[in-house]
């Protein structure tokens, strides 16, 4: 009996050894990257947090200023198509502008209006990536286009001698498929990766896009290399192209200044003054929330943000385009008449249908 009684001690520091064998095991596991990236399937995105009814509110609203900004792009394609007087450089730029801005709302809204109807409201891991890389993708590409055309104006008032055989239809053409090109390329490294980045829980992100700054703060390790490379990237394209706007229009503000006639001047200023309209809205949010380090933002400023360069830019776009452009209003005139006539031939075939 005597001879026994050190046999159930044994088992005990065994079962101790196997125990402290498996949380070993557990922490190496836990401190690997694969182990992590198969936890988390999906993300939950919580838009904003409301009541039922608000949300049908809000899916309402959102749905509305969706709907204006694709006919707004749309119709300003469709003009620049349609009408030869628009066949040139800066028309070129500005329609593929508009294309860009239908994606660019087509990346995360859709996916924000089903939100607001679920009750789950989770995205799938490779989804909630696929529109981090595209939703940014359509941003730096916006900034290489706002680039050209600043570009394409300070050539046509500053140069305007050279400015047929600088800007040439294939030369046009070369800088449209460069800035796809690029604006796609620019921030593929930081989405690869945060996407091998281990997430093992929560995958609760407070906002309504899958953002760079909410997944890694999700990460189960901590990911300074990457953040770095993310945040470097996205000041860069933000600051040099921004720099380069500014230089342009300035460089464009002192020669019409120059100019003797006052309707040249005035003419000047309504053209340029429309992109820099633009430039101030797009760049006024967007260099509050990625070019600022060190600054704490709430998660209601930075979905206010994100929500204005998403959304309302996009919208608003085509109206100061169309607005202070006469060129542009005869050609979205000429859509609306083309649009209406259409409208009645369709008509007259269902009559004849039916009758």
């Not at 720099?243 to 200044?257: K, M, Q, R």
Request: proline share 5%; aromatic share 14%.
């Amino acid at each position: 009996m005597a001879a026994a009684q050190p046999q159930p001690h044994c088992c005990k520091e065994g079962n101790c050894h196997f125990l402290m064998a498996l949380q070993f095991t557990d922490e190496m596991n836990f401190s690997g990257l694969g182990s992590y990236s198969k936890s988390v399937n999906e993300f939950i995105l919580l838009g904003f947090p409301c009541s039922k009814e608000i949300q049908v509110i809000l899916f309402m609203f959102f749905s509305i200023v969706y709907l204006l900004t694709l006919m707004g792009n749309i119709a300003i394609i469709c003009a620049v198509c349609w009408n030869q007087h628009l066949h040139t450089p800066m028309y070129i730029l500005l329609g593929n502008f508009a294309f860009l801005e239908i994606w660019y709302v087509n990346a995360t809204v859709p996916n924000t209006l089903v939100n607001f109807l679920s009750d789950t409201k989770a995205i799938s891991f490779t989804g909630c990536f696929l529109q981090l890389y595209f939703f940014f993708s359509m941003g730096s590409t916006e900034c290489f286009f706002l680039s050209v055309m600043a570009f394409d104006r300070y050539f046509a008032i500053c140069r305007p001698l050279h400015y047929a055989t600088i800007m040439t239809g294939q030369r046009c053409i070369h800088l449209v498929i460069s800035c796809w090109v690029c604006g796609f390329l620019w921030y593929l490294v930081p989405v690869i990766l945060i996407s091998h980045l281990p997430f093992c829980g929560p995958n609760v992100i407070d906002h309504f896009v899958c953002d760079s700054g909410p997944l890694l703060t999700l990460s189960c390790t901590p990911a300074p290399m990457s953040k770095l490379i993310s945040y470097t990237l996205s000041s860069l394209i933000i600051l040099l192209s921004f720099l380069f706007i500014v230089i342009s229009y300035a460089l464009v503000l002192l020669a019409v200044l120059q100019l003797p006639l006052a309707s040249s001047r005035h003419k000047a200023f309504s053209t340029c003054g429309s992109h820099l309209v633009v430039v101030l809205l797009f760049y006024g949010t967007i260099m509050v929330m990625d070019v600022s380090p060190g600054f704490s933002h709430s998660t209601l400023m930075s979905k206010i943000m994100t929500l204005f360069y998403a959304m309302v830019t996009p919208l608003f776009n085509p109206l100061i385009y169309s607005l202070r452009n006469k060129e542009m209003k005869s050609g979205l005139w000429k859509v609306q008449e083309k649009l209406k006539i259409s409208l009645k031939v369709f008509g007259r075939q269902s009559r004849r249908s039916v009758e």
